[in-house]
């Protein structure tokens, strides 16, 4: 048998037992799902603390540059060894500080407004119809609103329960780890990833390029080249952009003498790791604190987010984490949702990123192929 017969046998015997696989698969879809089910829940603190060490690898690279820099001020050479640990410490202590910060002020702050929501309602709410009728606004169909809906009643029922609400609602967010087991174990092998990242290279290279063809293995050196300078940047924009809004936040409700500045600001740059989505959740909250105090300053914060968000949106993130991610906008939406969808925060945070090294991969490929066909797609008509 030629060399072309064989090449063809092996390709007939892969589609033969690819659709004998698939056939199996549907006839057996209930059993399909639940296996996979079954292998989530297993590599789930794989994929924890995958994501984990490529976070905290951000500011560990920040901070031993850092030290590179002391090292040469000082004219005393700092082992790379002492480096690399008092970087990982470092970045450690600073991201549980950040968590302990944002649980131990913040999460308070919500349960004790949820509290309080009723009784400021039903303080200000006399005030309110007053202010309208002032204006010359009909107040009757508020009223029969409010009457109808029994918001008094509502409002009590919510503030009794305010603890669990809130307990129920982060308990929620972290159902999307599984368990504290699984964040636990994922956090143990971040630790071990970060700490052992040169030797796991090098092994992972010598297993390629043992078994792989040279050229297979360079291309996937390539690709993975790619993946990390493209989750760096995306990672440390993230970081940066999330930072820039905390403090945008910060001084213009200070300027604005709003109530929990500090509070608000920190909440929604912690929120911003999330794209697109965390830095509304950070409002909601805020709204939720301020309303406590003075609905009329929530009405001007709700606004004042508005602005930000856009100058944020259409100045600083493009700038900051749109040029190193290179994904437009649509793409990174739905990366967005995907990524949460299958594996919840830290999904969001990975797919970004992912979709983006598919997306030039692609790119360059479709390019490329066009270029071999010598076909210039701007003089084609599309319809």
């Not at 296996?35 to 995958?50: H, Q, T």
């Not at 090292?71 to 950040?98: C, H, Q, R, W």
């Not at 649509?330 to 598919?358: E, N, Q, R």
Request: net charge positive; glycine share 8%; hydrophobic share 55%.
């Amino acid at each position: 048998m030629d060399e072309r017969l064989k090449k063809k046998f092996k390709y007939g015997i892969f589609f033969i037992v690819i659709a004998i696989l698939l056939y199996a698969g549907l006839m057996n879809f209930g059993n399909v799902i639940k296996f996979f089910d079954w292998l989530l829940d297993i590599i789930m603190p794989l994929i924890i603390g995958g994501v984990t060490a490529m976070v905290l690898n951000v500011p560990m690279r920040g901070l031993k540059k850092l030290f590179g820099v002391v090292s040469k001020k000082i004219n005393k050479n700092i082992p790379e060894a002492v480096a690399d640990i008092s970087s990982l410490i470092l970045t450690v202590l600073g991201a549980f500080l950040l968590i302990f910060l944002v649980f131990r002020v913040v999460v308070p702050q919500i349960v004790e407004s949820v509290s309080g929501i009723g009784d400021t309602f039903m303080d200000y709410y006399p005030r309110l119809l007053r202010t309208l009728q002032k204006y010359g606004i009909d107040t009757g169909s508020i009223d029969d609103l409010v009457d109808y809906l029994n918001i008094e009643e509502l409002l009590k029922q919510i503030s009794g329960n305010a603890a669990v609400i809130v307990g129920t609602a982060f308990n929620a967010a972290s159902s999307v780890f599984s368990t504290v087991f699984n964040i636990f174990t994922g956090f143990i092998i971040a630790i071990y990833i970060l700490t052992s990242k040169k030797k796991l290279k090098r092994q992972l290279k010598k297993l390629m390029y043992a078994y792989l063809k040279e050229n297979q293995a360079d291309a996937i050196c390539s690709v993975a080249s790619l993946c990390d300078d493209t989750f760096f940047h995306f990672i440390s924009g993230q970081c940066l952009e999330a930072c820039i809004l905390g403090m945008m936040f910060f001084i213009s409700m200070s300027i604005f003498r709003m109530p929990y500045a500090a509070v608000i600001s920190l909440f929604i740059a912690f929120m911003a790791l999330i794209p697109y989505i965390g830095a509304f959740l950070g409002m909601l909250v805020g709204l939720l604190l301020i309303v406590m105090i003075d609905p009329m300053q929530a009405l001007v914060f709700g606004i004042m987010f508005l602005i930000i968000q856009q100058v944020e949106g259409q100045l600083i993130y493009p700038r900051v984490v749109g040029n190193s991610v290179g994904l437009p906008a649509m793409w990174t939406m739905i990366a967005v949702l995907v990524g949460g969808a299958m594996f919840g925060i830290a999904g969001m945070i990975f797919f970004i990123p992912l979709t983006s090294v598919v997306y030039s991969l692609l790119r360059d490929n479709v390019n490329g192929m066009l270029e071999k066909k010598n076909i210039d797609v701007n003089q084609k008509c599309l319809k």
